[in-house]
């Protein structure tokens, strides 16, 4: 019985494997280039692309669980309904797949919409899935550590809202433990979602007050121009993903990414432990200044 997990090398994916090896799991990870990948002894790697079918059909043989992971690109929603399609065809019938939070809210935002099209697949298509959609990734604000620490203020765009901000670490430990729980089911289960949300939700200001408070000296929050957001993103990043990004800081200014009752206490059920808050994200970067 073999886990195959996809974006294996990414912060999320290279995780996962590295939970499910800790559990004893027989795993399989799906890379582009096996010759810069490192991962814990016992790790099976194939190398493959999501639009290559025949490397995706050779990687899914024998495999009985999926975890699927798909960069956001201009393409994202052909890569995963080609893999889940490829799946099928291969009698993999558990699979675990990393959308996102509200990706039935934020209908005009490119990437939550691409997403949203994927669980539709896997309802329809009766999938015996586990959905994770996490909120914003904490992690996220290491692209602008030095905007902080450097210029004092805290510039993404978050609003007043409010975000349910969520560790990495925490997103990759639950989704090995639900491959887990479906890999070592006598019976494939049934269609589950599952938001996966921080134990704090946390506006614009909050955060640079968290800033302001570690680094002892005054953060402001400067995140409310979506348009400048946009135009810095721009300078590295290719300039449909900027604006996918803009479109994505609007929504969290009119919907947040609010948890449901319960989420908080679910998570820290699965986990066996609390979540982890963004102050200790950002207590770790501050002691590193």
């Keep these: 019985m073999t886990i195959l997990v996809t974006g294996a090398t990414g912060n999320v994916g290279r995780q996962v494997v590295e939970h499910l090896v800790k ?98 697949m896997i309802e329809q298509m009766d999938f015996k899935a586990t959905i994770l959609r996490p909120a914003y990734f904490i992690q996220n604000d290491l692209m602008i550590e030095d905007i902080i620490t450097g210029y004092g203020t805290y510039p993404m765009p978050i609003g007043a809202k409010g975000l349910a901000m969520i560790d990495a670490r925490d997103i990759a430990e639950i989704a090995a433990l639900e491959l887990l729980r479906r890999e070592q089911s006598e019976e494939p289960l049934a269609l589950d979602r599952i938001n996966l949300v921080g134990p704090q939700t946390l506006t614009g200001t909050d955060i640079a007050a968290i800033w302001s408070d570690l680094l002892t000296r005054p953060i402001s929050y400067s995140g409310d121009n979506t348009e400048g957001f946009e135009q810095n993103l721009k300078q590295f990043l290719p300039a449909w993903m900027a604006y996918d990004m803009r479109l994505m800081g609007e929504r969290f200014f009119t919907d947040g990414m609010l948890p449901e009752a319960g989420d908080v206490e679910r998570l820290t059920a699965l986990l066996g432990r609390p979540l982890r808050p963004y102050r200790d994200f950002a207590s770790a970067v501050a002691a590193s200044v």
Excluded: W
Aim: glycine share 8%; aromatic share 8%; hydrophobic share 50%.
């Design 23 to 120: 559990r004893g799991a027989d795993v399989r990870a799906l890379v582009r280039d096996p010759s810069k990948a490192s991962f814990p002894a016992g790790v099976s790697v194939v190398q493959g692309d999501f639009l290559d079918v025949d490397s995706l059909r050779k990687a899914m043989s024998g495999v009985s669980t999926l975890f699927l992971l798909n960069a956001v690109v201009p393409d994202e929603f052909t890569q995963a309904l080609i893999a889940l399609n490829v799946a099928r065809s291969a009698g993999i019938e558990r699979i675990v797949y990393l959308s996102v939070i509200h990706a039935d809210v934020y209908v005009n935002v490119p990437h939550f919409a691409g997403k949203f099209g994927v669980e539709r």
